[in-house]
């Protein structure tokens, strides 16, 4: 963190409120469900939770939103919701937050994807998911991309957050990234280790340690390894960096042109829930980037945004006055 200097990194984190990001990827309702355990099912050996409240959050790519919204910038969201109740639950609850959700496009062929975890005396208990995975038709992939020209001129960066529930494809990215590169766009993305072959040409990808393994094809057990996954990803891909995220080991930034990779350690103090980490990562590096920072500051910026974020329970977001603090604190020791 001796790298940072605290009034370059105030002054970044300062521009956040005047930047517009525009995610494109799977949204999700995550629906949380509390209750207490005091006993085990007569009919299973499974517990008996007795639910004492729920509640609902934006989650997948509409988590991104919500940490970029959180964070003092403009976010607008292009995905694909079902045409049900839980969809309209989803873009009402993104729309209370700032965010601009005209292009959450309902698909009379799929359900909103929902996971409901059930959360009794602290613990999760068991989650369940209700999805449909297949790829989107052309009507509908029609309608996002309309959505995408609507606002891709008026942003600043674009994320691509794909967790392999049909909306990102081929078909989709050829349409998107040269049209944001050719408009100057920032370009990151939050991969599939399936997808990685969609990505070519990007800003920026954040894989985790098991994406970047499943790419290259072999285990990433020590920094060799990892130096070498590293380089392959960024030459395989063309962009202009990745960030490998290690989780309690920090994260490691490869750069075009450079002779060795930026390692960066963790500071989280205490590590509660690593749920949305990558969320937060990708948000706050992307944010960083359109206002100004270099790939090296951004990395740190987001690396301490992630260190806050898993001291957290749940899928938790980061404030820019949490950021500045936690940077200030690095930085004097």
């Known amino acids: 963190m001796k790298m940072l200097n605290l009034k370059r990194v105030k002054k970044i984190i300062s521009r956040f409120d005047n930047a517009r990001v525009l995610v494109i990827g799977d949204v999700m309702l995550d629906e949380f469900v509390w209750g207490a355990v005091s006993r085990i099912s007569p009919e299973a050996p499974v517990p008996v939770v007795w639910v004492n409240r729920e509640s609902f959050m ?20 292009a995905g694909i919701i079902g045409d049900d109740h839980k969809g309209r639950q989803l873009t009402d609850e993104l729309t209370k937050k700032g965010i601009d959700a005209e292009g959450l496009i309902p698909d ?14 602290h ?38 957050e794909d967790y392999g529930k049909g909306l990102i494809s081929p078909a989709l990215l050829k349409k998107v990234v040269p049209l944001a ?54 030459k395989k891909l063309n962009t202009d960096t990745v960030l490998i995220t290690l989780g309690e080991n920090g994260m490691c930034l490869f750069r075009k042109g450079a002779s060795k990779p930026l390692v960066i350690p963790t500071i989280a103090q205490e590590v509660f829930d690593v749920s949305g980490a990558g969320d ?5 590096f992307t944010l960083s980037l359109c206002c100004g920072a ?3 500051e951004a990395a740190h910026i987001a690396n301490c945004a992630a260190g806050i974020v898993v001291g957290k329970v749940g899928i938790a977001v980061v404030t820019k006055e949490e950021l500045t603090e936690r940077i200030k604190k690095e930085i004097e020791g």
């Open 58 to 77: 934006p989650g997948g790519a509409s988590n991104v939103a919500n940490n970029v919204a959180t964070l003092g910038a403009k976010a607008s969201i």
């Open 108 to 121: 009379k062929d799929r359900p909103t994807t929902i996971k409901t975890r059930v959360i009794a005396n």
């Open 123 to 160: 613990q999760q208990v068991v989650r369940i998911d209700r999805e449909k995975t297949a790829e989107i038709s052309d009507r509908v992939l029609g309608d996002v991309v309309a959505f995408i020209k609507s606002r891709i001129k008026d942003v600043d960066a674009v994320i691509i």
């Open 181 to 234: 590169r050719r408009l100057k766009k920032i370009v990151t993305v939050d991969p599939k280790e399936e997808h990685f072959s969609y990505y070519k040409g990007v800003t920026s990808i954040t894989p985790n340690r098991s994406e970047a393994q499943n790419a290259v094809d072999f285990k990433i057990k020590d920094d060799a390894a990892l130096f070498k996954a590293g380089w392959a990803i960024l």
């Open 280 to 284: 937060t990562v990708i948000s706050v």
């Open 294 to 296: 270099t790939y090296e």
